[in-house]
């Protein structure tokens, strides 16, 4: 195993690097995208009366649909109905948001959902804006209870992005079993792959324990269980 | 009385008989008597065992039109492939279970030992060579490239396709992914998972500029998507390789059975017949 190691992951590292910066550039825009398309469907679900019930069938569409399903119709049927996207990393960038942006919605929405209205009731009686009391009240608690879910979404996103190799968007699984099908030999490829992946997700996730317990220390609220 | 003595001369005679065959079967032992069966030779761990035993064949094969592909219509399994795996275990007198793969995992496949043969359309190439080993071969196959009709013009010959404005789009594990950036080394390269079929879909929504693969397959997609399909001087396949089953590597009683095979069914034209009938078929 070491032998084949040595023969035929270590030459091709530089193959995997590239991957995993394509992988990392995917994953980056999909998910700032997946927020805003989340938050927005969120926001029109909760105070927009008239579309509420398009924002709900809109989640319920990326909640209810496989990944694999929505990457295809995002690649193959989009261009010919919309005429976009015109490249295969734009058309995995648009499937991955699209899926994460129903379950980014419905985080948000129970975020915000779950504030006592007695904190917003508090703020317009010391006179603040609607802007002050979401900026100092509503989003540091909303946050904090929300940021393990958006986590964890980011690392689904991460772990789904391995799918965007089937429509040939060079990421890290793509470059992997070009190797693999160079050489035919997946154990030492997949597995060093398999550990590529784990460091990152376990990057991310030490990353956002860092941050949130800052952010607590900072707003002096108690430990999100 | 006589009638008395004829019966008791009768009796004594078969316990005689029995005595002495008693006596005769004693006199063999066990050992001279398994030593009296004929040794085949055979490995018990070949496939060829396993045949002899009349057990199931396992065939592998990955989707590929003319060779061993699923008719769309009847969901059925044809091909010439597939009719000659049909005939090689009418000879043997063997059931068959069919067990579809994608190329790009057929190897590992066979090597698990999910199946006993890869039966589909396997190109030499020595990758494959080093991991699997080929039989007879069956047939040999070139290439041909398709574009979309909208390029047609631009490429009259596979030498306009060496250059870093084409990409070509090939199947993830088909023999193409090895080959073709060695003949086309300006052009860029994609490779799309899943079946054939779906390596052409770049070419049809212009996102890669031709699709390669081998000449009969082409011909095959060209005639069913006639409507954006052209290909690039088709009287002229190039890259022309042995196509042919795989089994596994240290297997050499199956492996000189399916060689003894393939050169029977050569032979007797029958792997010309099938070709002719399903090309006929597609023209």
């Given at each position: 195993m070491l032998d084949n190691f040595n023969r035929y992951v270590l030459p091709n590292i530089h193959l995997l690097a590239r991957g995993v910066s394509i992988t990392a550039y995917i994953c980056s825009f999909a998910f700032l995208l997946a927020l805003a398309l989340g938050m927005i469907a969120c926001l029109i679900r909760l105070y927009v009366p008239f579309v509420r019930i398009v924002a709900i069938g809109y989640i319920e569409f990326c909640r209810a649909t496989p990944i694999l399903v929505q990457l295809?119709?995002?690649?193959?049927?989009?261009?010919?109905?919309?005429?976009?996207?015109?490249?295969?990393?734009?058309?995995?960038?648009?499937?991955?948001?699209?899926?994460?942006?129903?379950?980014?919605?419905?985080?948000?929405?129970?975020?915000?959902?779950?504030?006592?209205?007695?904190?917003?009731?508090?703020?317009?009686?010391?006179?603040?804006?609607?802007?002050?009391?979401?900026?100092?009240?509503?989003?540091?608690?909303?946050?904090?209870?929300?940021?393990?879910?958006?986590?964890?979404?980011?690392?689904?996103?991460?772990?789904?992005?391995?799918?965007?190799?089937?429509?040939?968007?060079?990421?890290?699984?793509?470059?992997?079993?070009?190797?693999?099908?160079?050489?035919?030999?997946?154990?030492?490829?997949?597995?060093?792959?398999?550990?590529?992946?784990?460091?990152?997700?376990?990057?991310?996730?030490?990353?956002?324990?860092n941050v949130s317990d800052r952010f607590r220390e900072k707003f002096g609220l108690a430990a999100a269980s | 009385m006589v009638g008395s003595l004829d019966s008791d001369k009768?009796?004594?005679?078969?316990?005689?008989?029995?005595?002495?065959?008693?006596?005769?079967?004693?006199?063999?032992?066990?050992?001279?008597?398994?030593?009296?069966?004929?040794?085949?030779?055979?490995?018990?761990?070949?496939?060829?065992?396993?045949?002899?035993?009349?057990?199931?064949?396992?065939?592998?094969?990955?989707?590929?039109?003319?060779?061993?592909?699923?008719?769309?219509?009847?969901?059925?399994?044809?091909?010439?492939?597939?009719?000659?795996?049909?005939?090689?275990?009418?000879?043997?007198?063997?059931?068959?279970?069919?067990?579809?793969?994608?190329?790009?995992?057929?190897?590992?496949?066979?090597?698990?030992?999910?199946?006993?043969?890869?039966?589909?359309?396997?190109?030499?190439?020595?990758?494959?060579?080093?991991?699997?080993?080929?039989?007879?071969?069956?047939?040999?196959?070139?290439?041909?490239?398709?574009?979309?009709?909208?390029?047609?013009?631009?490429?009259?010959?596979?030498?306009?396709?060496?250059?870093?404005?084409?990409?070509?789009?090939?199947?993830?594990?088909a023999s193409e992914e090895q080959r073709m950036p060695l003949l086309f080394p300006k052009a860029k390269f994609i490779a799309v998972a899943g079946q054939q079929a779906m390596a052409a879909e770049p070419v049809r929504t212009r996102r890669a500029t031709v699709y390669v693969t081998g000449d009969s397959d082409a011909i095959a997609l060209a005639k069913r998507n006639a409507d954006w399909a052209h290909i690039v001087d088709e009287k002229h396949p190039f890259d022309k390789r042995p196509n042919t089953w795989m089994i596994r590597h240290g297997d050499e009683p199956w492996k000189n059975f399916l060689d003894m095979w393939s050169t029977y069914v050569r032979v007797n034209g029958e792997v010309q017949r099938l070709y002719d009938e399903y090309i006929a078929k597609l023209t």
């Open positions: 295809l119709w995002v690649n193959y049927v989009w261009p010919e109905l919309f005429g976009f996207p015109r490249t295969v990393t734009s058309a995995g960038i648009a499937a991955l948001a699209l899926q994460s942006s129903g379950y980014l919605a419905e985080t948000f929405r129970s975020g915000i959902e779950g504030l006592a209205k007695g904190q917003r009731e508090a703020g317009m009686a010391v006179g603040m804006s609607n802007f002050q009391i979401i900026r100092r009240i509503v989003l540091p608690q909303v946050a904090l209870v929300m940021a393990p879910s958006i986590v964890n979404q980011m690392t689904v996103v991460i772990k789904s992005s391995t799918l965007v190799s089937v429509i040939a968007v060079p990421d890290l699984m793509y470059e992997a079993l070009k190797i693999v099908n160079q050489w035919f030999e997946p154990i030492e490829i997949l597995t060093s792959t398999a550990l590529l992946y784990v460091a990152a997700i376990f990057a991310i996730s030490m990353a956002s324990k | 009768r009796r004594f005679l078969a316990g005689a008989a029995a005595i002495g065959a008693g006596v005769a079967a004693a006199s063999v032992r066990p050992r001279d008597a398994a030593a009296q069966l004929l040794d085949t030779g055979i490995d018990p761990k070949s496939v060829l065992a396993k045949v002899k035993k009349g057990e199931t064949l396992q065939v592998g094969y990955a989707q590929t039109p003319v060779w061993f592909y699923k008719d769309a219509k009847t969901g059925e399994l044809r091909g010439i492939y597939k009719d000659l795996a049909d005939m090689l275990a009418k000879d043997l007198e063997m059931q068959v279970n069919y067990v579809e793969v994608t190329f790009a995992n057929a190897t590992i496949g066979l090597r698990k030992g999910d199946f006993d043969l890869f039966g589909s359309s396997a190109v030499y190439t020595i990758p494959r060579a080093l991991v699997c080993n080929y039989i007879g071969p069956l047939w040999s196959k070139g290439s041909l490239a398709i574009v979309h009709k909208d390029d047609a013009a631009k490429f009259k010959t596979i030498a306009d396709l060496d250059s870093p404005d084409v990409t070509f789009s090939v199947n993830a594990g």
